[in-house]
């Protein structure tokens, strides 16, 4: 006999039943993503692609690749100190890039200089952190790309704020963030999601899933069913997307972006994807992953799905193939070219953009390597 | 001589009224932090903003403290002058990363490219019988991080001068308040605020020839105690409110010293470590000819900020400072 039979007792007349305060604030389901990566690519889908789009981003993922190759070779001249590439993962990099308009901004990692070349960068001064000559070489203003960052996720709470500060001033400004699967971790990650969420920023927020953080695999950061699943938490749609669909990666994101720029707020999308290369040309990924599994990763290669595509539905001839292959060595030798000559740095810009005006101790500092500089000068 | 109304007011009231001015004159400003909109901050300094200026002005944040000065920081790359708050010293260490990786350097990373004027308004330092987390010293912290202007009032009218200096400023600044100093009153007009100076420049309280009592924020009216009360003792002790930490006026500090020839080193924050260590330097290398005596430092002892119920004996009090007073009477061991 339960509690709640008794007759006539108190306890027939209790009903547990939920706090007052409490009641559901959005419905979970739409917000959650499908289990499965959305593709176009190898699907009946593709076929209705826009082929000037498909043409495009073949573009760019070949250019994108051989960015890649030689910026690794330029790290073995001692040319660049570091290269975080980005070998498999160019699907990622050109179709978010190209799903932005002119106006909006982009806050990519370290690791997304494709992204940033994507909209137009110089790819000389989107290395100039990796070369060491200035942190960032290039005006953030110009094409509206924030410094690369090297923190983990602390670039995700810049893009809400500008955002926002678009959204206040007025302005149909959508920021995409760029992030890791170990970037997710962070608690700025936390943070910026929230704050996006509750301010109903134009935000997009792509993490690109390439299997590992260093050497760290996604078994090991997380405990979550997917990245995405994460959006939901925060009240925002997450989306997963196989990351090596240059097509489906730029659909979605285009989605999110226009989602963002009528005021429906910020997305989540997870980009399942593979890092080629190791971390950067100092890290050995032989110590903790298998052969094996890079060549599973190779058959999914993004070039070789979009170049299979593109063949079936005959748009892909000898010559647009050479095309794409001649622009991108043309971009590599210029690159090669322009790195191999040694920048003429000015060592007093070490005290000139410290603060508005100098202060006193930065100005008698100043003052102290002008004369070491004279010394130099005269010796030689 | 002037008709505006001089009355009684607080530090917390010329700080709001601060912001308000700023506010009200460039619509760019905008106030964010967690309870500084409805509640109009846990010390009221905030009060009346979001009412008069809107929410999208004034805005209540979630509460995460790299989420304020992180979101802060993409606002200013959009032209926007945030002005935010962090309630507790302590509660501001979640945005040390923010600040040091990117508020103190992204005008140097874009090589001007960038500039990010935010002011971090964080009310610090003991006193008020707060508990764990709500009484920190923090400002060596943010003197060590190149970058970043570190600014603190002692006075009514500077609270308001320094923060609009503050808030105009084209860098960030790092702004202290003293929050046993938001209840002090001063005569001063609202309606016809002190000009606006910018920040860097030391101001002498006291003027005396004996010795010079270097110090800042909270200590500030100890040290003024303290000159009064050696004046009875035949000490007459100059006493230099530094209201900026960075930059440093090695100027007028060491102009005091080298009239007196004598410097003690006043603030509440630990002495290891401390900013008192790179005064004492400072003041070394160029007075060093004008010294009788070596550079003293009073500070908090070197241990976590003690409980409310002990913190009167962390804190330097006049006693100590006089204490140190006695000690420049030096003479070098023969």
Known sequence: ?380 | MTTAAVKPATMAQALQRAMRDAMAEDPTVHVMGEDVGTLGGVFRVTDGLAKEFGEDRCTDTPLAEAGILGTAVGMAMYGLRPVVEMQFDAFAYPAFEQLISHVARMRNRTKGGMPMPITVRVPYGGGIGGVEHHSDSSEAYYMATPGLHVVTPATVEDAYGLLRASIASDDPVVFLEPKRLYWSKAEWSPEAPAAVEPIGRAVVRRSGRSATLITYGPSVPVCMEAAQAAAAEGWDLEVVDLRSLVPFDDETVCASVRRTGRAVVVHESTGFGGPGGEIAARVTERCFHHLEAPVLRVAGFDIPYPPPMLERHHLPGVDRVLDAVARLQWEAAS
């Open chain 1, 1 to 380: 006999m339960t509690v709640q039979e008794l007759p006539g007792s108190a306890a027939a007349a209790y009903r547990p039943t939920p706090p007052p305060a409490w009641q559901p604030r959005t419905d979970p389901a739409p917000l959650l993503p499908d289990p499965e990566p959305y593709r176009v690519l190898g699907t009946e889908a593709a076929a209705s692609a826009d082929p000037e789009l498909l043409l495009r981003l073949y573009a760019e993922l070949v250019r994108g690749r051989r960015y890649n190759a030689q910026a690794t070779a330029l790290t073995k001249q001692g040319r660049l100190a570091v290269y975080p590439s980005s070998t498999g993962q160019e699907a990622c990099e050109v179709g978010a890039a190209l799903a932005l308009e002119e106006r909006d901004w982009l806050f990519p990692s370290y690791r997304d200089t494709l992204a940033a070349v994507a909209r137009g960068l110089d790819p000389v001064q989107a290395l100039t952190l990796l070369r060491g000559d200035w942190h960032t070489g290039y005006d953030p203003h110009e094409h509206r790309v924030a410094p690369l960052c090297t923190p983990l996720a602390t670039q995700l709470p810049h893009a809400v704020g500008l955002a926002h500060a678009a959204r206040l001033k007025g302005d149909d400004v959508v920021a995409l963030a760029m992030v890791g699967d170990g970037g997710t971790s962070e608690g700025d990650f936390h943070e910026a999601l929230n704050f996006a969420a509750v301010w109903n920023a134009p935000v997009v927020f792509l993490v690109q899933n390439n299997g590992f953080a260093i050497s760290v695999p996604l078994a090991k950061q997380t405990a979550a069913p997917s990245l995405a699943h994460k959006a939901v938490g925060y009240g925002m749609p997450g989306r997963l997307v196989d990351g090596n669909d240059a097509v489906a990666v730029h659909e979605v994101l285009g989605q999110a972006v226009a989602r963002a720029r009528r005021g429906g707020g910020p997305t989540l999308i997870e980009a399942v994807t593979y890092r080629m290369d190791a971390h950067t040309n100092a890290d050995d990924a032989t110590r903790y992953r298998a052969d094996s599994e890079v060549e599973t990763w190779r058959a999914h290669d993004p070039i070789q799905l979009l170049e299979r595509e593109l063949t079936e539905r005959g748009l892909l001839d000898d010559g647009t193939r050479q095309a794409a292959a001649e622009a991108a060595e043309t971009m590599a030798a210029d690159l090669r070219e322009r790195m191999n000559a040694d920048p003429v740095l000015n060592p007093m810009d070490l005290f000139e953009h410290v603060y508005a005006r100098q202060t006193t101790q930065l100005r008698e500092q100043a003052a102290l390597l002008r004369a070491e500089l004279d010394a130099e000068e005269e010796a030689r």
